[in-house]
Nanobody
Framework: VQLQASGGGLVLPGGSLTLSCATS???????MGWFRQAAGKEREFLAA?????????FVSDSVKGRFTTSRDLNDHTLYLQMNNLKPEDTARYYC????????????????WGQGTQVTVSS
């Protein structure tokens, strides 16, 4: 499974960015998630989207209200819309996929993309 994240860059505080994660049809039924890792810090779970019945998305409290995730099943792309960005959002952002069902939203991811850098600075 290949995951290709894109859309990162330099943005001013208060600005917005939309990250994309290109996948394949194989991941249609997978749980797809977003994580980030800032320099010197542990990886942080941000949001996830799952296929099927029930609540389709989950967003971590740390970014709720500013970040949303969505998924286009037609072109197999996962998105992370980020608004009101802050300097502390500076990190490398990763998309990930989990084939195995069950578990929590933020664990058990088996496949990872290479990440895309987001820098929030004036």
């Amino acid at each position: 499974v290949q995951l290709q994240a894109s859309g990162g860059g330099l943005v001013l505080p208060g600005g917005s960015l939309t990250l994309s994660c290109a996948t394949s049809e194989r991941t249609k039924t997978y749980l797809m998630g977003w994580f980030r890792q800032a320099a010197g810090k542990e990886r942080e779970f941000l949001a996830a989207h799952r296929w099927g019945a029930g609540i389709p998305t989950f967003v971590s409290d740390s970014v709720k209200g500013r970040f949303t995730t969505s998924r286009d099943l037609n072109d197999h792309t996962l998105y992370l819309q980020m608004n009101n960005l802050k300097p502390e959002d500076t990190a490398r952002y990763y998309c990930a996929a989990r084939r195995r069902p069950g578990g929590t939203w933020n664990t058990g991811y088996e496949y990872w993309g290479q990440g895309t850098q987001v820098t929030v600075s004036s």
